[in-house]
């Protein structure tokens, strides 16, 4: 609740207190998207497009509740291409001597093969169950 509040302070700074949703455009929506992927956060760090996507669905809930109510007719969202980011949410990580020796303390006798053909090979599990033993 806190995080839509922070939003919603943001949204209205960006838009201004007086203006109407129903004068906010598509172009307007676009623009405001752009702001903030150039601008920094508060911890002058550069904006992730993750918390770009965060603002601007919890501004297109505002229109989508706007029209619900019956308070705009059209929302400003629905006329161009989607204004959500593609999100990189790939994570590299590889465990630790001390992380792998625990894993493989907490399996039981049948699954430390399994595990320990999973860690050394970058294997799934779906793959490692796949294969045809000798």
Request: charge should be positive; include cysteine.
């Amino acid at each position: 609740m806190i995080i839509k509040k922070y939003h919603i302070e943001h949204i209205r700074n960006h838009f201004g207190e007086q203006t109407l949703l129903s004068n906010i455009r598509f172009v307007d929506l676009e623009t405001y998207r752009n702001h903030l992927k150039d601008s920094l956060t508060v911890n002058k760090t550069i904006r992730k497009d993750a918390s770009v996507n965060r603002t601007m669905s919890c501004l297109r809930h505002i229109f989508s509740k706007a029209v619900e109510w019956e308070m705009i007719e059209q929302n400003p969202f629905d006329k161009g291409k989607s204004l959500i980011l593609k999100e990189n949410n790939m994570r590299m990580r590889f465990l630790t001597e001390d992380e792998i020796k625990s894993l493989l303390d907490a399996c039981n006798d049948p699954l430390v093969p399994i595990v320990d053909c999973a860690v050394n090979t970058g294997m799934r599990k779906g793959e490692i169950l796949g294969l045809k033993w000798d």
